[in-house]
């Protein structure tokens, strides 16, 4: 009898790992009696780092859908495949694989979720244009490819703007513009420094995009930027869980402490469940969410949604097919009593009962009593990262639960994009505790970053 297996294709060939993901899922995977096998792209530079956590590793030609198809007609007489999946999130250089992946799952009749919604959530500009043609609440919005577009494209949209690459990952060339000239400014940094980006991988490759009213748009990385309407109010995110197509938003968190730097956006605080929002507020955010997810087309995946609370209502900032970063998946944990990997691994598998355990935790999230918080310790200036002081702090402090640190040894530039140095999980009373204890560890612990000389 075969045994059998999951693939996962990992794209993730930089320096420095940029998510865990994989090996996560691999866990989950084991503790089911699978094996757990990956597939990369041929020419990686970190092929051992597959290796270690994959009981087989395979080398594609090229990332494509016939590629796929091709290691799992070769595992056929081995391994009895499962499910294939991807961090759907990732678009690379190589093309987006999470939509390459669904396609191939689709032909071989596995558990996908649709490639049209998977590229409408990693794409923001064709997120807002989905939402703008259901009617859903979201802001004006422009794609520019050069200095003429987004000039023309601002006074469209109106200042104050959100200037942002359409793809992206770590909050990279993020920037709130107040007028033409900080703009301009702001795009002129995205073209010269985009790929000094350690997430430049996450801006895709060149593409044309689904026409739409009979417009043609082009998308290039590094040249390519969203104009988004700037969106007032509290931050926060929604984890969500699609159980075929049938959406279930569970946790809500609120972004408590956000700071702007010269080309990103920090999330230095959040706490669950929020504090700002009041319960009626909470399940509107529930059911704005729900809908935009309905509307993208979503299926069979878990969404880490993010939004701001206008006056009006919630308006989604961005929806992203993947279990959210930071320590998400603690909150999925000690507020649903769910662990998303294993969830994500069920709804691959196509095991019966999932509806029924996602409503279970969502039943477990409403009488929850415990908040806890995220907080995540970023550099002050960029440079070459060595290491922190003073984590001992935390073993010691009874409200941290757990935190996981950055390995030192490289470059980072503090200004572009986010670089979580230390990432830390504990348990609060409420948000002036969570800022106490925030400020706590920030002034216990010392950066060491040797600044980069001349």
């Not at 999980?425 to 000389?453: C, F, G, N, Y």
């Amino acid at each position: 009898m075969k045994p059998e297996a999951i693939l996962f294709i990992d794209v993730d060939d930089s320096a420095a790992v940029r998510y865990s993901y994989r090996e996560p899922h691999f866990a989950a995977a084991r503790a089911n009696g699978l094996s757990c096998l990956t597939a990369g792209v041929a020419g990686r530079k970190h092929l051992q780092r597959l290796r270690d956590d994959s009981d087989e590793v395979f080398l594609l030609d090229t990332l494509s859908e016939d590629a796929i198809l091709n290691v799992v007609g070769q595992l056929d007489g081995r391994y009895h495949v499962r499910g294939i999946f991807c961090q759907a999130g990732h678009p690379s250089a190589l093309g987006e694989v999470g939509c390459m992946v669904a396609r191939a799952c689709q032909r071989l009749g596995l558990v996908y979720s649709r490639p049209e919604a998977i590229a409408a959530c990693n794409n923001k500009f064709l997120m807002r244009r989905v939402l703008q043609g259901q009617g859903l609440r979201s802001v004006p919005f422009a794609l520019c490819n050069n200095e003429q577009e987004l000039q023309a494209g601002a006074e469209r949209v109106g200042y104050p703007l959100i200037a942002k690459p359409p793809f992206g990952g770590a909050s990279a060339f993020i920037k709130k513009c107040s007028d033409w000239a900080q703009l301009r400014q702001h795009y002129a940094q995205f073209v010269s420094g985009h790929g000094a980006a350690a997430y430049a991988d996450f801006y895709g490759c060149v593409h044309s995009l689904p026409e739409a009213d009979g417009q043609r748009h082009d998308y290039i990385p590094g040249r390519s930027i969203l104009l988004e309407g700037y969106i007032p109010g509290v931050e926060g995110s929604v984890e969500c869980v699609i159980a075929g197509e049938r959406i279930h938003a569970l946790v809500i968190n609120e972004k408590l402490l956000l700071t702007e730097r010269s080309g990103t956006v920090l999330e230095n605080l959040l706490i669950s469940p929020p504090t700002s929002f009041t319960q009626a507020e909470c399940e509107q955010i529930r059911q704005y969410a729900v809908a935009c997810l309905r509307a993208v087309g979503l299926t069979n995946a878990v969404v880490h949604f993010e939004f701001r609370m206008t006056d009006e209502g919630p308006v989604v900032i961005e929806i992203n097919p993947r279990v959210g970063g930071l320590y998400v998946n603690a909150a999925f944990r000690d507020l649903a009593g769910l662990n998303p990997y294993q969830v994500y691994l069920a709804l691959l598998l196509g095991e019966p009962g999932i509806d029924a355990q996602l409503e279970a935790g969502a039943r477990r999230v409403a009488e929850a009593g415990q908040h806890y918080a995220m907080l995540a310790i970023y550099p002050q200036h960029s440079g070459h990262y060595r290491g922190i002081e003073g984590v001992q702090c935390l073993d010691r402090n009874p409200s941290v639960l757990e935190y996981a640190q950055l390995a030192p040894g490289h470059f980072i530039d503090a200004d572009i994009e986010e670089h979580y140095l230390l990432k830390c999980w504990a348990k609060v009373d409420d948000a002036a505790h969570a800022r106490a204890l925030h400020d706590e560890i920030q002034q216990d612990l010392h950066i060491l970053i040797s600044p980069v000389a001349g």
